[in-house]
């Protein structure tokens, strides 16, 4: 019997030891910060972008910007994507599209948290939306992005909004990656998509993956229960998480959407 309590004391101390340090660790398991800051390229069309957000930079790069004052996209990478690899696929589409490392990210300063990010991403819409002044603006976002784009999309006027491998909430997704902590008194930085859905008022394309081993398709489905009942979807069933972008259909629906 002694014994017994013993070896559960231990498993206790354990277990607690796992939760403290997932606790105070968790950024590491959110935010992925690519290091490389692609200061000097060769792309043409391409101009540098840059923000002050007090203390910290957040820097960029705008594909396309002679066309900006027609159609300007604003994509929102993952939490582990360089988004400065996608400037070659997007200089292909009849639109500028604007890229921005999240801080902590790649050339931007800070350090990453969801509120900063959200704060960020609407400060970045603001001074585009004012000193390119679009005609029309789209939001992308894939992964974490999703979160982000959902938020700008609930909070400005948009023509619309793609949504790449989203999820409901990444609380929800914590609990089916660790059921075994106790994630709601956990997690800090929350990205509860189905919140800001609700708000969203322009057209909505949702494009996922039936082999997504990180967004479990029962995360998207209840996201798309929260978005407006006619919001577009396009589901992939051979695709996985990191490989959507490959198949054909997805640029396909992808373009259309955006307008060509």
């Not at 996209?73 to 500028?96: C, K, P, T």
């Not at 006619?230 to 640029?251: C, K, T, V």
Request: with cysteine; charged share 20%.
């Amino acid at each position: 019997m002694i014994l017994t309590l013993q070896l559960l004391g231990y498993c206790l101390v354990f277990y607690l030891f796992c939760v403290l340090f997932m606790y105070f660790a968790q950024e590491r398991f959110i935010f992925f910060p690519t290091a490389s800051a692609h200061r000097s390229h060769q792309y043409r069309h391409v101009d540098d972008y840059r923000l002050s957000r007090g203390e910290v930079e957040l820097a960029g790069w705008l594909v396309n910007p002679e066309r900006a004052a027609d159609r300007l996209i604003l994509y929102y990478g993952g939490n582990a994507e360089d988004v400065f690899l996608n400037i070659e696929e997007y200089q292909a589409i009849d639109a500028a599209t604007l890229f921005v490392a999240y801080r902590g990210y790649g050339p931007s300063g800070g350090k990453p948290a969801e509120r900063e990010i959200y704060a960020d991403a609407l400060a970045v819409f603001d001074d585009v939306a004012q000193g390119l002044r679009p005609r029309r603006v789209f939001l992308i976002g894939r992964s974490l992005g999703s979160a982000v784009a959902s938020y700008v999309a609930s909070q400005r006027p948009v023509s619309g909004v793609a949504l790449i491998t989203p999820f409901d909430s990444l609380a929800e997704v914590a609990r089916t990656h660790y059921p075994w902590l106790p994630v709601s008194l956990l997690l800090k930085h929350r990205f509860s998509s189905c919140e800001h859905a609700r708000a969203i008022a322009c057209p909505v394309l949702v494009i996922y993956g039936g082999r997504d081993q990180v967004v479990a398709l029962r995360h998207t489905e209840k996201l798309l229960a929260c978005l407006p009942p006619q919001s577009e979807r396009l589901f992939l069933p051979l695709a996985d998480h990191g490989n959507i972008d490959m198949h054909e259909d997805y640029w396909r629906r992808l373009l259309l959407f955006l307008g060509g």
